[in-house]
Nanobody, 120 residues
Framework: QVQVVESGGGLVQAGGSLRLSCAAS????????MAWYRQAPGKQRELVAG???????NYADSVKGRFTISRDNDKNTVYLQMNTLKPEDTSVYYC??????????????WGRGTQVTVSS
């Protein structure tokens, strides 16, 4: 069993910053790609940023230059530093982890999400 838990969401004014964290735990051999997605009410879930185990990040155009994804492989943790937040960044943010278990099978796991609200 693997658990993926996000933290760090909250309410912030436009122009402010937040840092999200996501920790995976359980029967983990290694984690390949880790990523952050978001979903606003009435909209489809969209990729915000992803990062490979070898630290090769990619970003949605809407967050380039404002958000930074990083990971700590020893802690099975991924972070999302969000700066210069805009009201349109308001969403539930979900963590996704491509986990190789101790039994050497790969499964994608999702966290339950953390709410980010940016006020204007």
């Amino acid at each position: 069993q693997v658990q993926v838990v996000e933290s760090g969401g909250g309410l912030v004014q436009a122009g402010g910053s937040l840092r999200l964290s996501c920790a995976a735990s359980g029967s983990i051999f290694t984690i390949n790609r880790m990523a952050w997605y978001r979903q606003a009410p009435g909209k489809q879930r969209e990729l915000v940023a992803g990062i490979s185990r070898g630290d090769n990040p990619n970003y949605a155009d809407s967050v380039k230059g404002r958000f930074t994804i990083s990971r700590d492989n020893d802690k099975n943790t991924v972070y999302l530093q969000m700066n210069t937040l805009k009201p349109e960044d308001t969403s539930v943010y979900y963590c996704n982890a491509a986990v190789v278990s101790t039994a050497r099978s790969m499964t994608e796991y999702w966290g339950r999400g953390t709410q980010v609200t940016v006020s204007s």
